[in-house]
Each structure stands twice: as C-alpha cells, then as structure tokens.
C-alpha cells in the first residue's frame, strides 16, 4: 500500500461516487462492500503517485463538490442525477484545459473503479489476460496452454 494516506475518504469519498454513479449509471446497483472494493481500486492506483498529483486531484473533487453551489444553490452531492450529468458536461466543455484534464482524470478513476471490479468483468464477459490472444487461443483450445507461459494456468 502507498506510504501516503488515502485520497477518497470522506466528502471525498461521497463526491467521487456521485461521479461514478454520474458516468457509469450501473454503478448505483453498487453495495457498500462494492463501493469500498472500487475505492480501495482506484486507492491502489493512486498509491505509486506523486504527492502534488494526489492534492491537485483532492482539490479538483473539493471543486466539483462545491462550484454548483453558485449555480443551482446545492453541491455536486445533493443534485439530481440531470443536473449531476449537466455540471460534468460543462465542466468537460470548459475553456480551461486544466479543468478539462482534471474532469478526465476523475472520469478515468471512476472507471477503473467500477469496471476492475472482479464481478463487473464477470457480468461483462471480460476476459482479458496479460498474454493477450496466445491465452485466449488456448482457452479455445487452439494452442497449447504450457506454450502461453510455461506454470501459467489459462483459466477456460
């Protein structure tokens, strides 16, 4: 684990969810056990991060919290998932490119949140393997297992 303390606890936790949940509907059938699974994910992404990456993506969540504030008079959190979807497209059609990065960024997170979930790659059908198609061949039975790597099990 990074010897730096965990990003997504908290409000935190909460506003990246709501972002979750924003880009990837299906992330709402989520439980708590889920939830903590995909946070600990993305968690582990950020462990090997600089420091200066770590607060930059603190504070850019603190901001999509709070600007809707001055528009609609509620926090990121409290809205609606319309309005949710409506803040995230004006934030990703910003003239500023850093706000523009910053809104990937989190999107990217909350993907590799929701769809590393070991359930979620079952229910897709996701079969990825680090030897690509050699292991997929032999899955199918077209290549021998042992010549994908040798003491590398190919689940079928």
């Known amino acids: 684990m990074s010897e730096f303390p965990p990003v997504l606890t ?27 699974r995909a946070l600990a994910i ?24 709070w ?3 001055l528009r609609w008079l509620r926090p ?22 850093l ?7 989190v999107r990217t997170l909350a993907f590799m949140g929701y769809y590393g979930l ?4 079952r ?3 996701y079969r990825a393997h680090p030897r690509g198609w050699r292991a997929e061949e032999a899955r199918r039975g077209e290549r021998d297992p042992a010549e994908v790597e040798p003491g590398l099990e190919v689940e079928l």
């Open 10 to 36: 908290g409000s935190l936790a909460r506003t990246f969810r709501n972002v979750t949940r924003t880009v990837v509907p299906d992330a709402d059938a989520l439980d708590e056990a889920a939830w903590s």
């Open 42 to 65: 993305v968690e582990e992404g950020l462990a090997g991060r600089a420091p200066a990456l770590r607060r930059r993506l603190s504070l850019f969540l603190r901001l999509l919290e």
């Open 99 to 105: 706000v523009r990065q910053g809104l990937w960024g």
């Open 76 to 97: 990121f959190s409290a809205l609606g998932p319309e309005r949710r979807a409506r803040w995230l497209r004006t934030l990703q059609d910003s003239p500023l490119l």
């Open 118 to 121: 070991p359930e979620v790659r």
């Open 123 to 125: 229910e897709m059908g």
């Open 67 to 69: 600007l809707p504030l």
